[in-house]
């Protein structure tokens, strides 16, 4: 079954870090090494937005409201993405997303959860 699942999302307080993680399966290696991975997150009430992005090359592209807050990486061997968290904010607190056009496909995981609080 090809699928992305976040996980790594919580509480934390407001100037703590969080690291969430993509794991892919169903993904051969040589489609997911290609492809463009994005992570988005949604607040209650809210659109969803991109947070950041990471090319095949690791080239990082992020949101203005979290740059040199969150770095976004990837581990092709593992086929997983990882987006760290540092200083969080209480305007951080959303449900949040991985996302990559595999096979054709605009794939979506579940989301995780992330709580700060003030």
């Known amino acids: 079954q090809v699928r992305l699942v976040e996980s790594g999302g919580g509480l934390v307080q407001a100037g703590g870090s969080l690291r969430l993680t993509c794991a892919s399966s169903?993904?051969?290696?040589?489609?997911?090494?290609?492809?463009?991975v994005n992570w988005y997150r949604q607040a209650p009430g809210k659109e969803r937005e991109l947070v950041a992005r990471i090319s095949r090359n690791s080239v990082a592209d992020y949101a203005d409201s979290v740059r040199d807050r969150f770095t976004i990486s990837r581990d092709n061997a593992r086929k997983r993405v990882y987006l760290q968290m540092n200083n969080l904010k209480p305007e951080d607190a959303a449900v949040y997303y991985c996302?990559?056009?595999?096979?054709?496909?605009?794939?979506w995981g579940p989301g995780t959860q992330v709580t700060v609080s003030s």
């Open positions: 169903g993904i051969i290696t040589s489609v997911f090494n290609p492809t463009t």
């Open positions: 996302n990559g056009q595999f096979y054709s496909r605009d794939l």
